[in-house]
């Protein structure tokens, strides 16, 4: 009665589906150009991915630091470094190209060698005074040479900020306003305006110029994300229609898949526009994910199609049993493949959440549109040609199946060893892999900018910022002489770090007063001793309160202060060991009771929300798993099966993370969706055998292994088809520029050929392995639901 009902909805469908072709067709023209409307909405990120929720620890703090200190991440900073640089030419051409910058209205402030100011003792005011350098405005050889060793030898202030005098690099510091940095003016600016310049000046100045700094490197990044979802898309286009007409030697179904799968991009970037998410490295990804899963839909019902038409050549009837035979088994592994990204949901993470909301919603539309359009379209042709059905007795094909037959057949120890062997690497290169929370670990490391990070890196030790926040607990505390003393050590416990740039804080500026007051004498940049506080503080009280010098470090109210450093692109366990010990050193620099001190900024923001993200891959894989252990349940209300669904599923994520761990490729934001997208779509294969498998159970009175081959010879050639296609069709994502694309193409890639190879070999072995066990399973003879013929 069971299986008559189910018969009955999908015959239904059939009848509904055949007998509104045209509406059906308009209505979906109609939703195809309402989606279109919607791209104009499409916008691309401006910002980092913030991988941790709102609400978390981190985020809030991060938050009130820069509500009090302003934005950290609007620094843009160029460097040349040539020996000759304080030639007349060179020095030249390098003050016009900062005037230039400086006049943007898109920049706040420019610290160059040509704005630097010192320090000076004025002893009739007893104060100090803010005066420029007068030497940097010297334009003569001579002049440029006593410059030179002023800057060098005489302010110490600038050092490893302006320059480096042991590479002879010279920097120029350059403040974006705050208020454009997040969006689209940025870009405009970076594209339109500054790199221009840049290129022009290299061009007549015949200077290398070094550039980087978060803004810059934020847009030349995300321009590849845009760069790449045009490439994806025609290279996942061309590569899958490709396999897909070697395998039906057929121009009329390579055509009709491919409108498919086009329309179902077209929907897939109308839906991003219409929920108002931005295009991340991530949401990027689902276009051509939209057609690499799309295209093995297409392969199951085109295939059943023929095949339909090689018995009895009857299109009405052979279009009104692929709807029957196939709507179901199909719905139910789109369904599977949605859960498993739709597990991403249930995070906290925004990033997470919106690839997972958009990838489960397209995932369920490219199955709709394939079983619309497909019958529907073909319903206005003619019948295939004998010459477009010879690939259903395609020797090599045979030869596939056959091979697999043997192992299942006869070999089913060997296979047991294998797969044993498999579990045991994977479980040991599971201990090797390592967590990546480097914030430019995912860049393009061909991209000129990635160069660029690393000159930075080496001339002035990084350009991605650590803060440490400081509340003194009462007015004016930052500046009293107890805490500088804490403050000054504990920036010399920074300084020992050979990954961590010179810090900067209020500290340096109290440094450079006392050189001032000993007349600009650089041996005595340090900080005042007891005795000197009492003569040199009087000055300092009378200083200017407008001091570029002291501007962003120290709050309105003197209360809260900040110590800003830079690190280098070091991998995330060092960068672990020195956040633990410097917290070390806070707790014993700083007593709890007097002072609140707390590490934030970007790059520890990023590693926080790796580690935050990786948890949530447990959670949501779990998930995955749970929900699809339900779909079997309902499917064959039976334990043992559920075990012997998983058990091909999860060996080749096993194995796919121990090669992550024997290869090196470690755990980041990009490689932790491996395993859930992974889960989603291998289920798919498995649904579709087990589908074959009960309807031939009952076709050969519950012998089993009379039902295994037949499913094995049934599903066997669009598993392989529909494998293949996906194998190449991830395997286009390792045309990236993005080392995590590419890790998360090839791992995918790789870890659904093994998932193929498990459903059609392991399988069937453990089937028949266990057939006492199964024949003898009483609930598993009175399913829940009947599963239809494919």
């Known amino acids: 009665m069971k299986k008559k009902n189910q018969s009955n909805i999908w015959g239904l469908v059939a009848r509904l589906i055949l007998r509104n072709r045209i509406l059906i067709l308009a209505t979906i023209i109609a939703l195809t150009g309402f989606w279109a409307s919607q791209w104009k909405y499409m916008q691309f990120t401006f910002t980092e991915a913030n991988l941790l929720p709102d609400d978390h620890p981190e985020n809030i703090l991060y938050q009130s630091f820069v509500n009090t200190f302003g934005e950290e991440g609007n620094v843009i900073v160029i460097a040349v470094e040539d020996a000759t640089f304080f030639s007349p030419k060179k020095r030249n051409a390098w003050r016009q190209l900062n005037d230039s910058i400086t006049a943007f209205k898109e920049i706040n402030f420019v610290l160059s060698i040509d704005n630097l100011q010192e320090l000076t003792k004025d002893t009739q005011t007893e104060s100090f005074k803010l005066e420029t350098v007068k030497l940097s405005a010297a334009k003569d050889s001579l002049g440029l040479l006593k410059f030179k060793q002023k800057l060098f030898l005489e302010l110490p202030f600038y050092n490893n900020l302006i320059y480096n005098s042991e590479t002879n690099t010279i920097r120029t510091l350059i403040y974006m306003d705050p208020d454009i940095v997040n969006t689209a003016a940025r870009k405009d600016f970076i594209f339109k305006t500054f790199i221009p310049l840049i290129e022009a000046f290299e061009e007549d100045a015949q200077m290398d110029v070094r550039v980087s700094g978060m803004p810059y490197i934020r847009t030349l990044n995300a321009q590849n994300i845009v760069d790449e979802i045009g490439l994806f898309i025609l290279g996942a286009t061309l590569i899958t229609s490709l396999i897909f007409f070697l395998f039906f030697r057929s121009f009329r179904a390579t055509f009709i898949s491919l409108i498919v799968v086009a329309v179902g991009v077209m929907w897939a970037f109308g839906i991003l526009g219409w929920l108002g998410y931005e295009i991340t490295v991530l949401t990027a990804l689902i276009p051509p994910l ?238 005042p001793t007891t005795q000197e506080n009492s003569f040199i503080y009087p000055y300092l009280s009378k200083a200017n309160g407008d001091s570029q010098l002291l501007n962003g470090y120290v709050d309105s109210t003197g209360q809260f202060g900040r110590i800003t450093t830079f690190m280098q692109d070091i991998d995330t366990d060092r960068m672990e060991t020195i956040e633990e010990e410097l917290k070390k050193a806070i707790t014993k620099i700083f007593p709890k009771d007097r002072y609140g001190v707390n590490i934030t900024g970007k790059s520890l923001l990023f590693l926080k929300g790796t580690k935050y993200l990786i948890n949530n891959l447990i959670l949501s894989l779990s998930l995955a798993i749970l929900l699809i252990a339900f779909f079997m349940a309902y499917l064959f209300r039976s334990f043992k099966m559920i075990l012997i669904s998983l058990i091909p599923n999860l ?53 089993i292994k009379q039902a295994v081959f037949a499913a094995l010879r049934e599903t066997g050639i669009s598993m392989f088809y529909t494998s293949v296609v996906l194998f190449f069709g991830f395997s286009v994502f390792l045309s990236s520029n993005f080392g995590g694309t590419q890790a998360l193409g090839g791992l995918v890639a790789v870890t659904l050929l093994m998932a193929m190879l498990a459903n059609l070999i392991l399988l069937p072995s453990l089937l028949i392995s266990l057939e006492d066990t199964i024949s003898n399973d009483k609930v598993l003879k009175e399913p829940k639901i009947e599963i239809l013929d494919q």
């Open 290 to 527: 939209i057609i690499v899963i799309g295209i093995p839909n297409c392969i199951f019902l085109i295939n059943k199609y023929q095949q339909e038409v090689a018995k009895h050549s009857n299109q009405a009837k052979s279009l009104q049993r692929v709807i029957v035979k196939i709507g179901n088994a199909t719905l139910m592994t789109n369904l599977t493949t949605a859960s498993g990204f739709a597990t991403f949901i249930l995070t906290n993470s925004k990033i997470l959440k919106e690839f997972g909301v958009v990838a489960s919603i397209n995932i369920v539309s490219i199955f709709l549109l394939s079983l619309l359009i497909i019958p529907i379209v073909y319903s206005f042709m003619s019948l295939p040609k004998k010459k477009h059905l010879k690939h259903l007795k395609n020797k090599s094909i045979d030869y596939f199946v056959k091979w697999m037959e043997d192992k299942v057949r006869k070999k089913r120890i060997n296979v047991y060893i294998v797969s044993l062997l498999g579990l045991i690497i994977g479980i040991i290169g599971i201990y090797q892999i390592k967590i990546s929370g480097s914030i430019i670990e995912d860049m393009p490391k061909s991209a000129p900018f990635f160069e660029d990070i690393h000159f930075f890196d080496e001339s002035f030790n990084g350009i991605v910022p650590v803060e440490i926040w400081l509340d003194s607990k009462r007015e004016n505390g930052i500046v009293k002489p107890a805490t500088l003393k804490r403050m000054n050590e504990l920036q010399e416990v920074i300084g020992e770090y050979p990954e961590l740039a010179p810090p900067l804080s209020v500290v340096n500026a109290v440094k450079f007063a006392k050189q001032a007051y000993y007349n600009g004498n650089p041996n005595y940049y340090s900080l």
């Open 651 to 703: 060996l080749p994520l096993i194995i796919t993370a121990g090669v992550m761990g024997f290869a090196g490729i470690p755990l980041k934001p990009s490689t932790i969706l491996v395993f859930s997208i992974a889960f989603g779509i291998s289920v798919d294969d498995t649904i579709h055998f087990l589908a074959k498998y009960r309807q031939e159970l009952i076709s050969n009175k519950w012998k």
